[in-house]
């Protein structure tokens, strides 16, 4: 009777063990979250650690009625931290959300050049060359037998047996001149090149083609005029094409120089707008393309000091202010120009010099309307 009395009991006993379980799980299993004081600690900064809200404050402070201040905490103590999701994530978005937007950087406007597409055809400018001029071959015939030819028209080139040319290449179609005199001092200049056409290669004939005319003859191409901004004739003869940009970009010349338009584009006699020059100073005296000279007229005299990178003559005042050039080609010693504005009409021999600025003159923003890329 005993054993029977003593096991009810012990029954009775898991079961209100089991019921206080299911009744308060939180009490039985559930431990309180915590924060031991630190030297320098407040509710604010407690809250913003583990809540990632400041804010909060208030309510950690009512959960831990024994602190007297919430902003002087006594290292050591024990404060109980109520129940939140780990706010790590929160955090960082709300600091994401104080820190200022991205300022969006506005596109920077484009440099602005001078368009002398709409002044010359850039690919027909020429050259100077105080050296003869050494071509890589010359037209030996025509399609239709003409001896004028037109853009589209067919043309057969004899190149210079040791160049080395493939299906596909362009030349320029041109003719250099006899040999040139210097306007100032009346000494052998050099010679131009005048740009009468561009042609490209499509077929190379051999030796065995079937036309007569090509007996024998080496290095014989066939081509075709894709350009004649001159009339284009027999016997021009060809060098290889270099296209030109048409926007230039005005640049400032900051040092001193004094030079000579010494022969123009088809040896004009009187030189005006938009006429093509050649200089001779080039890259060596420190002209580069998109250098602003100044065309003027005057005396010159030999400077008995003249100072380092200086002309050893000088103009001597007054002078005639002609108009200004735009340099478009820059070669060892020569130079290619257009004139872009002149208040007369003018010769070769005539003295250029160097025009510098810290912003760009007025002058050359009214036709600045291009992007330089």
Same mark, same amino acid.
């Given at each position: 009777?005993?054993?029977?009395?003593?096991?009810?009991?012990?029954?009775?006993?898991?079961?209100?063990?089991?019921?206080?379980?299911?009744?308060?799980?939180?009490?039985?299993?559930?431990?309180?979250?915590?924060?031991?004081?630190?030297?320098?600690?407040?509710?604010?900064?407690?809250?913003?650690?583990?809540?990632?809200?400041?804010?909060?404050?208030?309510?950690?402070?009512?959960?831990?009625?024994?602190?007297?201040?919430?902003?002087?905490?006594?290292?050591?103590?024990?404060?109980?931290?109520? %129940? /939140?999701? &780990?706010? #790590?994530? *929160?955090? @960082?978005? =709300?600091? !994401? %959300? /104080?820190? &200022?937007? #991205?300022? *969006?950087? @506005?596109? =920077?406007? !484009?440099?602005?050049?001078?368009?002398?597409?709409?002044?010359?055809?850039?690919? !027909?400018?020429?050259?100077?060359?105080?050296?003869?001029?050494?071509?890589?071959? !010359?037209l030996l015939a025509s399609d239709n037998d003409n001896i004028?030819?037109?853009?589209?028209?067919?043309?057969?080139?004899?190149?210079?047996?040791?160049?080395?040319?493939?299906?596909?290449?362009?030349?320029?179609?041109?003719?250099?001149?006899?040999?040139?005199?210097?306007?100032?001092?009346?000494?052998?200049?050099?010679?131009?090149?005048?740009?009468?056409?561009?042609?490209?290669?499509?077929?190379?004939?051999?030796?065995?083609?079937?036309?007569?005319?090509?007996?024998?003859?080496?290095?014989?191409?066939?081509?075709?005029?894709?350009?004649?901004?001159?009339?284009?004739?027999?016997?021009?003869?060809?060098?290889?094409?270099?296209?030109?940009?048409?926007?230039?970009?005005?640049?400032?010349?900051?040092?001193?120089?004094?030079?000579?338009?010494?022969?123009?584009?088809?040896?004009?006699?009187?030189?005006?707008?938009?006429?093509?020059?050649?200089?001779?100073?080039?890259?060596?005296?420190?002209?580069?393309?998109?250098?602003?000279?100044?065309?003027?007229?005057?005396?010159?005299?030999?400077?008995?000091?003249p100072g380092k990178g200086v002309s050893s003559s000088k103009?001597?005042?007054?002078?005639?202010?002609?108009?200004?050039?735009?340099?478009?080609?820059?070669?060892?010693?020569?130079?290619?120009?257009?004139?872009?504005?002149?208040?007369?009409?003018?010769?070769?021999?005539?003295?250029?010099?160097?025009?510098?600025?810290?912003?760009?003159?007025?002058?050359?923003?009214?036709?600045?309307?291009?992007?330089?890329?």
């Amino acid at each position: 009777m005993g054993k029977k009395i003593k096991k009810r009991y012990i029954i009775i006993v898991l079961l209100l063990a089991a019921g206080c379980f299911f009744l308060y799980p939180s009490a039985t299993w559930a431990q309180k979250l915590t924060h031991t004081v630190q030297k320098g600690d407040t509710l604010w900064d407690i809250c913003e650690k583990y809540y990632g809200d400041p804010n909060l404050w208030p309510k950690l402070w009512q959960m831990n009625p024994f602190i007297t201040n919430p902003h002087l905490l006594v290292p050591g103590d024990i404060i109980t931290l109520f %129940e /939140k999701e &780990p706010v #790590k994530e *929160v955090s @960082e978005v =709300k600091v !994401a %959300e /104080k820190q &200022p937007p #991205k300022k *969006v950087e @506005e596109p =920077k406007p !484009a440099v602005m050049g001078i368009d002398v597409g709409h002044l010359t055809d850039v690919n !027909a400018l020429g050259f100077l060359s105080l050296e003869k001029i050494v071509t890589w071959g !010359a037209l030996l015939a025509s399609d239709n037998d003409n001896i004028m030819l037109a853009k589209g028209d067919i043309a057969y080139v004899i190149f210079d047996e040791d160049r080395d040319i493939k299906i596909g290449d362009e030349f320029f179609i041109g003719r250099s001149s006899s040999l040139l005199e210097n306007p100032v001092t009346g000494e052998d200049l050099g010679y131009t090149f005048k740009v009468n056409g561009k042609l490209k290669v499509e077929e190379r004939l051999g030796l065995a083609h079937g036309d007569n005319r090509f007996y024998n003859k080496k290095n014989v191409f066939k081509a075709t005029v894709v350009e004649a901004y001159e009339p284009v004739s027999i016997d021009d003869s060809v060098l290889p094409y270099t296209s030109f940009p048409s926007c230039v970009l005005p640049v400032s010349m900051n040092k001193d120089l004094l030079a000579n338009i010494v022969a123009s584009k088809g040896q004009l006699e009187l030189i005006g707008p938009n006429s093509i020059v050649y200089i001779d100073h080039g890259l060596k005296q420190g002209i580069n393309r998109g250098n602003v000279l100044e065309v003027v007229e005057g005396n010159v005299v030999p400077d008995p000091n003249p100072g380092k990178g200086v002309s050893s003559s000088k103009i001597i005042l007054p002078d005639r202010r002609l108009g200004k050039i735009l340099i478009l080609e820059a070669r060892a010693d020569t130079s290619t120009a257009i004139v872009i504005s002149a208040t007369e009409a003018f010769s070769t021999g005539v003295y250029i010099i160097s025009l510098s600025w810290a912003e760009t003159p007025d002058f050359l923003l009214s036709i600045a309307n291009c992007p330089v890329k």
